[in-house]
């Protein structure tokens, strides 16, 4: 990412948003992963897929305010 974004943070948080989620499935930030987020909730993984957009947008309306976790650092499910 460096040798390609250099010191352009919009460009790789672009990049991120339009290849390294929604194609790869790639973790964007410490506290949030979509692969470990949907294979925790299944009802999310049925609802959404492989729709990894949807997923985030979903834990940024209702898992971050209510304090769910989104990543395997973050112990049983919600933020300490």
């Known amino acids: 990412m460096l040798a390609a974004f250099g010191n352009d943070p919009v460009a ?3 990049h991120w948003l339009t290849q390294g989620l ?3 499935s790639r973790r964007g930030s410490r506290v949030f992963d979509v ?3 949907l294979s925790h909730f ?3 993984k049925n609802a959404f897929g492989t ?3 949807a997923a985030v947008d979903h834990w940024l309306s ?3 305010p209510t304090r769910v976790g989104a990543a ?3 112990s049983m499910f919600s933020f300490t």
């Open 12 to 14: 790789a948080c672009n």
């Open 22 to 24: 929604p194609q790869e």
């Open 35 to 37: 692969q470990f987020y």
């Open 42 to 44: 299944v009802d999310l």
């Open 51 to 53: 729709n990894y957009a």
């Open 62 to 64: 209702q898992g971050l």
């Open 72 to 74: 395997p650092e973050n």
